[in-house]
């Protein structure tokens, strides 16, 4: 008998401080590098949710819904803090 095993499934997760921050895109590429790296499997990183917004800002739409879809398929949700180990 052969043993399956099952792929791990990451619902990325990316967010940025200020509008300039994330027009530029440095910080969610940094984001996007990080988690990339972890997990690098391309089929193993679903949908992406990114969200532009201060963190005095408690009210994170894009958070909870990758949450949400990561408990919607059984796996979880990735997010790399840039600059942070």
């Known amino acids: 008998m052969s043993a399956i ?4 499934h990451y619902t990325p ?3 940025v401080s200020t509008q ?3 027009a530029s895109g440095l910080g969610l590429e940094t984001q996007q590098a990080a988690v990339r790296a972890i ?7 679903l949908a992406e949710y990114v969200e532009v917004e201060s963190g005095k800002n408690n009210h994170r739409p894009q958070l909870l819904a990758a949450i949400a879809e990561a408990r919607r398929v059984g796996g979880d949700a990735a997010h790399c803090q840039a600059g942070t180990a």
């Open 13 to 15: 997760y990316h967010r």
């Open 39 to 45: 997990v690098p499997d391309a089929p193993q990183l």
């Open 5 to 8: 095993i099952l792929a791990k």
């Open 20 to 22: 300039k921050q994330g």
